[in-house]
């Protein structure tokens, strides 16, 4: 951590003292709010030797090996590094890093050898795309041309004037600083090594499992031996040659959300393949339906080294994009390696997620560092992005992507059926239910029922292998009830549907004028409110709805939920909204809050400029096709 020691940088042209000064700064402001004082600090400089010494309070020079100047060689990159360890970590005990004027790129290369052999950090200035900008090197990186360094971008610099330091939010750390203060010697990246190397060992250790899983998941009818072979990294061989775009959607609702970002994606790259990865059976066959010419599907490989690798050899994507919360660490990694950029599109965090991840803070810094651009969903999660180690530079919040889902029945035969003999008006969905939830919401139900006769209730659990349980607190309660995945199909004389299937929401949705989104009773979070209203079922829920904060405190400000916390007060809401114009009134309104406003075109355009920036230049030229692993 950022003590009360020196901050040493090397500074090769008189041009970069101002960015010294700034570091210096960086570093004085993280220590006042760390340790609430900012002493008197130094800053150890040493100028090449066409620069005059750099002057100023707390700025000493200490002279120069003449060792930075251009056309330098292997045998000087040596000379270079050892300066750098031997005069700022011996000598002055400095923590901070390497300032110097790039050079055909060896000051990147210089810079890259600075934290390998000494694990700080390297700041590498030099003429990029957009002019003068400072790159803050991982280590990971080769040089290439300026600008796309494979480098974190300092963003917060005061460098030909793109920012400004005094503009960040108050309390919160300089990016630049607060590298700094974690790149002391040694430990962060032994400790960022020894965690990734412990989840590997477990999950490799997790292949003795693998036929007694493999056995299970025949047996439940959740895989066949062809979707087990995909997770493992195995498949058909590829066909296609142009580049590979991957977009992973975890299960039906991401799969929801993929589905908007296709059309301006193949609009907008036509010369490139579209992969689709879920992660269950259910919405693999969802995504095959929208498989053609370009646009393949496949299950995603468990994040085991082998069926990762296995799986990028045969794809070779060159740009990897996942929707919402899916982070898998071996993946990643994977990605990283083969430098292939990682996206995340409406991504999500929630309070539980960042809490587990913050528990390994290292670990999560090493992971999220990979990612080169995320779109978050709201704030509270663009924030939590940031702790856990995605650049602040790199993180963009836009409109939450659900907003832009459109609320069209489904074309189904079993939602005609039921409609025929459960009126919409008169039909309740508890959507999303938790264990602990279905006994306040059955009891809500029987309580609507005795004072509505002919109410009726579609119960969708969570987790549909609880059906079990539900329905024997149904048949305690002795309600009638029917259960979808025994294809059982409710009269007009059933009290209750139970819905235990997944990857069916928008029938239940569509059946439905009300709706309580549970996951809202118990402190889980809750769940989205944009599907129902999409669809125009009213909306009731609990008081916990962390995950989805901003929308339902919208919601509940213009009135367009009502929040009930028990059987009681959850039977009359629902009652309340039996009468047509009530539950019209918060419906529109609920539309208004949540899916009106936005621009749809401005926000897929974003999303895709930045695919663009991505994209390797070379990624247009044909691919060879991959081969069976």
Same mark, same amino acid.
């Given at each position: 951590m950022l003590g009360q020691g020196p901050v040493g940088i090397h500074v090769h042209h008189d041009a970069q003292q101002r960015l010294g000064a700034f570091l210096l700064e960086g570093a004085n402001q993280l220590r006042q709010r760390r340790v609430g004082h900012a002493a008197p600090d130094e800053m150890f400089v040493d100028v090449g030797h066409q620069a005059p010494p750099p002057v100023?309070?707390?700025?000493?020079?200490?002279?120069?090996?003449?060792?930075?100047?251009?056309?330098?060689?292997?045998?000087?990159?040596?000379?270079?590094?050892?300066?750098?360890?031997?005069? &700022?970590? /011996? *000598? %002055?005990?400095? $923590? @901070?890093?390497?300032?110097?004027?790039?050079?055909? +790129?060896?000051? #990147?290369?210089?810079?890259?050898? &600075?934290? /390998? *052999? %000494?694990?700080? $950090? @390297?700041?590498?200035?030099?003429?990029?795309?957009? +002019?003068?900008? #400072?790159?803050?090197?991982?280590?990971?990186?080769?040089?290439?041309?300026?600008?796309?360094?494979?480098?974190?971008?300092?963003?917060?610099?005061?460098? #030909?004037?793109?920012?400004?330091?005094?503009?960040?939010?108050?309390?919160?750390?300089?990016?630049?600083?607060?590298?700094?203060?974690?790149?002391?010697?040694?430990?962060?990246?032994?400790?960022?090594k020894g965690r990734m190397l412990r989840y590997r060992i477990l999950m490799?250790?997790?292949?003795?499992?693998?036929?007694?899983?493999?056995?299970?998941?025949?047996?439940?009818?959740?895989?066949?031996?062809?979707?087990?072979?995909?997770?493992?990294?195995?498949?058909?061989?590829?066909?296609?040659?142009?580049?590979?775009?991957?977009?992973?959607?975890?299960?039906?609702?991401?799969?929801?959300?993929?589905?908007?970002?296709?059309?301006?994606?193949?609009?907008?790259?036509?010369?490139?393949?579209?992969?689709?990865?879920?992660?269950?059976?259910?919405?693999?066959?969802?995504?095959?339906?929208?498989?053609?010419?370009?646009?393949?599907?496949?299950?995603?490989?468990?994040?085991?080294?082998?069926?990762?690798?296995?799986?990028?050899?045969?794809?070779?994507?060159?740009?990897?994009?996942?929707?919402?919360?899916?982070?898998?660490?071996?993946?990643?990694?994977?990605?990283?390696?083969?430098?292939v950029p990682i996206m995340h599109v409406n991504a999500r965090m929630s309070e539980r997620s960042h809490a587990a991840w913050a528990r390994h803070r290292p670990f999560a810094r090493r992971v999220f560092g990979h990612v080169r651009h995320c779109f978050a969903q709201d704030p509270a999660s663009a924030e939590r992005f940031a702790d856990l180690g995605v650049p602040p530079g790199r993180i963009e919040v836009i409109p939450n992507l659900k907003r832009f889902q459109t609320g069209a029945p489904p074309d189904h035969p079993d939602l005609a059926h039921l409609l025929a003999r459960w009126p919409r008006k008169r039909t309740i969905c508890a959507a999303s239910t938790h264990r602990g939830e279905d006994e306040t919401l059955i009891a809500a139900y029987a309580r609507a029922r005795a004072a509505h006769p002919g109410l009726k209730l579609i119960l969708v659990p969570r987790h549909p292998n609880r059906a079990g349980e539900i329905a024997r607190l149904l048949q305690e309660a002795e309600l009638t009830f029917a259960i979808r995945s025994k294809n059982e199909r409710p009269t007009a004389r059933t009290d209750v549907l139970l819905a235990d299937t997944v990857g069916e929401m928008a029938l239940w949705y569509a059946a439905s004028a009300i709706t309580f989104v549970a996951g809202s009773l118990l402190p889980i979070g809750g769940h989205t409110p944009y599907e129902p209203a999409a669809f125009g079922s009213a909306i009731t829920h609990g008081p916990h709805y962390a995950n989805f904060r901003e929308a339902y405190s919208a919601l509940l400000e213009n009135g367009g939920s009502v929040q009930a916390e028990n059987a009681e007060r959850i039977a009359e809401a629902w009652g309340r909204l039996l009468n047509p114009a009530t539950r019209t009134a918060q419906v529109d309104t609920a539309r208004r809050v949540l899916l009106e406003g936005e621009d749809r075109t401005r926000t897929f355009s974003r999303i895709t400029d930045t695919v663009a920036a991505l994209l390797p230049s070379d990624s247009r030229a044909p691919v060879a096709s991959g081969t069976r692993s």
């Open positions: 100023g309070a707390g700025i000493k020079n200490f002279g120069t090996p003449g060792a930075l100047v251009p056309g330098i060689g292997r045998t000087r990159f040596r000379l270079i590094d050892r300066y750098i360890r031997l005069s &700022f970590q /011996k *000598r %002055t005990g400095a $923590v @901070g890093g390497m300032i110097v004027n790039d050079h055909e +790129g060896y000051g #990147a290369k210089a810079a890259v050898m &600075f934290k /390998k *052999r %000494t694990d700080d $950090v @390297g700041f590498v200035m030099g003429k990029g795309k957009a +002019g003068d900008e #400072a790159f803050l090197m991982t280590g990971r990186a080769t040089a290439r041309k300026m600008g796309q360094i494979g480098g974190k971008r300092c963003h917060l610099f005061l460098l #030909a004037k793109r920012c400004r330091l005094e503009d960040q939010e108050p309390g919160r750390p300089v990016a630049g600083a607060h590298t700094m203060a974690h790149a002391g010697p040694g430990q962060p990246k032994q400790e960022q490799t250790l997790a292949w003795l499992a693998v036929p007694f899983v493999f056995v299970l998941r025949l047996m439940r009818g959740k895989d066949s031996a062809a979707t087990f072979a995909a997770r493992l990294g195995f498949g058909r061989r590829r066909t296609g040659r142009q580049p590979v775009i991957w977009l992973h959607a975890a299960s039906v609702g991401e799969l929801n959300t993929l589905v908007l970002l296709l059309p301006p994606l193949g609009a907008r790259f036509p010369e490139h393949e579209l992969l689709i990865t879920v992660s269950n059976r259910i919405a693999f066959g969802k995504a095959r339906e929208m498989a053609g010419e370009k646009v393949h599907a496949a299950i995603a490989p468990l994040d085991l080294p082998s069926a990762v690798g296995r799986f990028l050899r045969r794809w070779r994507p060159v740009l990897a994009i996942t929707l919402e919360n899916e982070i898998y660490p071996i993946r990643i990694e994977a990605l990283a390696r083969t430098r």
